[in-house]
């Protein structure tokens, strides 16, 4: 790709790269979102919704996200859900997110001290005092190294939403590549952005785990 | 003889088919120490967490200071599991410490102290500090407020326990081998602060393996073993010679390890 190709492609790239982040990080959230609310489903909802949830979860993690967006995108309207491309990557990317963050804070739960539960009973909190102020930080504390890894993998599969044409990234980039035959600078463009955010993401999360070190043991 | 804080009568537990408690009629008195020693699987800690109803006994009562903990008798004399809201209610008269101190780690020592301050008494922001403050100052640590438990010590970390216990203004506090994952020089420090407690006049009921701590500071002496209390008396009593076989070779284990004191 020489420069002045670069330069009259910028916007397009600068474009594409803002509909990764409005991807990314919103997904990432209701990620986040979902997952915990479904970790609390299985620990708290009794034995037949943790039997539910664990199936319902199982598939998920046992399918490609690719498959799953295709179900989304083109199989949505057949059960009266019409999303438009950036809809269905969001709605995607949050339940494959939220199928993972699922089993990390459930994970996360587990390991919390038993005795620290005591205390808290000891002290007077109530369960939803206790499940607010002990066991959601303490979870938070542990899975951050977990959560951060979930991030990365989010951030990669935001690639995936090209297929069903949300104009992400790849998208743009790819199209640069097919309409100026330019396709390795192209991709390799590609897999240097990924890279970069990837490295960016790892950097935040070891700079907030040297935040949280004084807490980290005990 | 005082009132007992404490009462528990015929309490037994079961862990399947494995008999922990085995019919324990025992009195906390107010303001006495009473020191549960034993070997290990003797139940002795099941029976402290009972008292706390950590663990919930399956036969007998337990009353906290007059009132049934966990089960009352019904009309006909059957068991009645009482409401949670109304164990906690109870539960509020107790203070626990536990062996592995428990604090929660991402709160500094004050957040643990003020934390039911706040959230349970409801106390205003500066009136649950100050109490805190002077509980924290009460266990010899007012500087160490900020402190994550992390930057801790073993022993100020069981120092900062006690003071989020006596916090709530409990009028028994139950101590579950609170010395037994410290190291001697850490384990005097957490003993002293519990001798005080104890001359401050505080019921106190405490699991220990440090015979030289119950041998002296206790009024009530309570040797389990097997689920069953097997000698019950003033440290008097019960180390009094000849020791029984069981006692003695129970004893002996310390004995090797030079606690001169009891070889009377």
Same mark, same amino acid.
């Given at each position: ?5 670069? $330069? ?48 319902? $979860? ?32 969001? $709605? ?84 640069? &590549? ?18 970069? $955010?990837?490295?960016?993401? &790892? ?16 | ?108 020592? #004050? ?54 216990? #006596? ?93 001169? #004191?009891?070889?009377?």
């Amino acid at each position: 790709m020489n420069s002045a190709l670069l $330069l009259d492609s910028l916007p397009a790239v600068a474009a594409g790269f803002g509909v990764t982040m409005l991807m990314w990080l919103p997904g990432l959230s209701l990620a986040a979102l979902l997952g915990l609310t479904l970790a609390l489903g299985r620990q708290y909802g009794g034995r037949a919704m943790d039997a539910v949830l664990a199936l319902l $979860l199982g598939a998920v993690r046992g399918t490609p996200f690719l498959v799953q967006l295709f179900l989304l995108y083109y199989g949505g309207p057949f059960i009266g859900l019409t999303l438009d491309p950036a809809e269905a990557g969001l $709605l995607g990317l949050a339940i494959y997110g939220g199928a993972y963050f699922a089993e990390i804070m459930r994970g996360g739960f587990l390991a919390v001290p038993r005795g620290h539960v005591e205390a808290a009973v000891m002290a007077g909190l109530s369960p939803a005092q206790t499940l607010r102020r002990i066991l959601l930080p303490e979870m938070a504390l542990l899975i951050l190294p977990a959560g951060v890894n979930m991030a990365v993998v989010l951030m990669k599969e935001t690639a995936v939403l090209s297929i069903i044409t949300v104009p992400e990234l790849t998208m743009v980039i790819t199209g640069i &590549g097919s309409s100026t035959f330019a396709f390795t600078e192209a991709a390799f463009l590609l897999a240097v952005t990924y890279w970069v $955010l990837t490295e960016a993401t &790892g950097a935040a999360g070891r700079a907030m785990e040297r935040r949280i070190a004084t807490v980290r043991l005990a | 003889m005082t009132a007992p804080a404490l009462r528990m009568q015929g309490v037994g537990k079961s862990f399947g088919a494995h008999r922990v408690l085995d019919g324990i009629t025992l009195d906390a008195r107010q303001g006495e120490v009473t020191c549960l020693i034993g070997p290990s699987g003797s139940g002795k800690s099941t029976l402290l967490r009972c008292m706390a109803f950590l663990e919930q006994h399956d036969t007998g009562w337990i009353e906290v200071l007059g009132q049934p903990l966990g089960f009352a008798p019904g009309p006909s004399g059957q068991r009645l599991r009482l409401p949670t809201a109304e164990v906690a209610r109870v539960r509020r008269g107790i203070g626990m410490v536990f062996q592995q101190f428990n604090l929660w780690p991402h709160m500094t020592a #004050l957040g643990n102290v003020m934390e039911a301050l706040r959230l349970v008494l409801r106390l205003p922001r500066a009136e649950a500090e100050a109490r805190a403050r002077a509980n924290l100052a009460r266990v010899d640590l007012a500087n160490r407020a900020g402190h994550y438990p992390a930057q801790l010590s073993g022993g100020q970390q069981q120092r900062v326990a006690i003071a989020r216990a #006596l916090a709530l203004a409990p009028k028994i506090m139950l101590f579950d081998e609170p010395t037994s994952s410290l190291d001697p020089e850490l384990t005097g420090e957490v003993l002293r602060v519990m001798r005080r407690l104890a001359e401050d006049g505080m019921t106190m009921v405490v699991v220990t393996h440090e015979i030289g701590f119950a041998a002296q500071v206790a009024q009530h002496l309570v040797f389990l073993e097997e689920g069953r209390i097997a000698l019950d008396g003033t440290p008097a009593e019960v180390f009094r010679r000849p020791w029984p076989p069981r006692l003695a070779g129970f004893l002996e284990g310390y004995l090797d390890r030079g606690a001169a #004191l009891l070889a009377d």
